[in-house]
């Protein structure tokens, strides 16, 4: 199975700032990646697929990047609206498997 | 609009069973593969089954095998989860989502509200 390690746990930012996420494979997931944000009581929302191509409908200001074992998730200028809990998920191999999440909170 | 709906969960004793439903709507059903993925209370997400469009091939997560068994039916564009030998760690809230993409193996581009499993005596 595939270990898939989000860091940090937590990141505390102040709105309009940039938000920095990292997810880490434990082998290759060539470019299967994607990127789920999560509100709380809400389903997770798909925002990105293939490590880099956004949702229909996903701002500008999320950007994905990386390859093989490592991948970022960047949120260019933090609005209210992106306060959440996202997760990587890798879809290369079965078992497909989720990161444990990194909380974006308010600085 | 595209709809993923999900009901059947409630509580159930350690041991027992639950059928858990998924109607979807607003897009071609047999075209895309489908998936389970649950939440426990407090925790992150995990992965648990995908089902192919056709409903020729299935996956399932260890943690589940030889428990749960994932189906479709394609001519009432619902999908299913039939949970056997529940424990009391599969207590979560279970998301139906819709895989996007060709492959089986995919992201999931479409979710649910999700239908929370209780598993306790």
């Known amino acids: 199975e595939i270990v898939m390690t989000q860091s940090p746990a937590t990141l505390s930012v102040s709105p309009g700032e940039r938000a920095t996420l990292s997810c880490r494979a434990s082998q290759s997931v060539s470019s299967n990646l994607a990127w789920y944000q999560q509100k709380p009581g809400q389903a997770p929302r798909f925002l990105i697929s293939?490590?880099?191509t956004r949702a229909t409908g996903i701002p500008a200001r999320f950007s994905g990047s990386g390859s093989g074992t490592e991948f970022t998730l960047t949120i260019s200028s933090l609005q209210s609206e992106d306060f959440a809990v996202y997760y990587c998920?890798?879809?290369?191999?079965?078992?497909?498997?989720f990161g444990g999440g990194t909380k974006v909170e308010i600085k | 609009e595209l709809q993923v709906l999900e009901s059947g969960g409630g509580l159930v004793q350690p041991g027992g069973s639950l059928r858990l439903s998924c109607a979807a709507s607003?897009?071609?059903?047999?075209?895309?593969?489908m998936s389970w993925v649950r939440q426990a209370p407090g925790k992150g997400l995990e992965w648990v089954s995908t089902?192919?469009?056709?409903?020729?091939?299935?996956y399932n997560a260890d943690s589940v095998k030889g428990r749960f068994t994932i189906s479709r039916d394609n001519s009432k564009n619902t999908l299913y989860l039939q949970m056997n030998s529940l424990r009391a760690g599969d207590t979560a809230v279970y998301y139906c989502a819709r895989v996007g993409g060709i492959a089986v193996a995919g992201f999931e581009d479409y979710w649910g509200q999700g239908t929370l499993v209780t598993v306790s005596t």
């Open positions: 293939g490590t880099s």
């Open positions: 998920q890798q879809y290369n191999t079965w078992p497909l498997t």
């Open positions: 607003g897009f071609t059903f047999n075209s895309y593969a």
């Open positions: 089902i192919s469009g056709s409903g020729g091939s299935t």
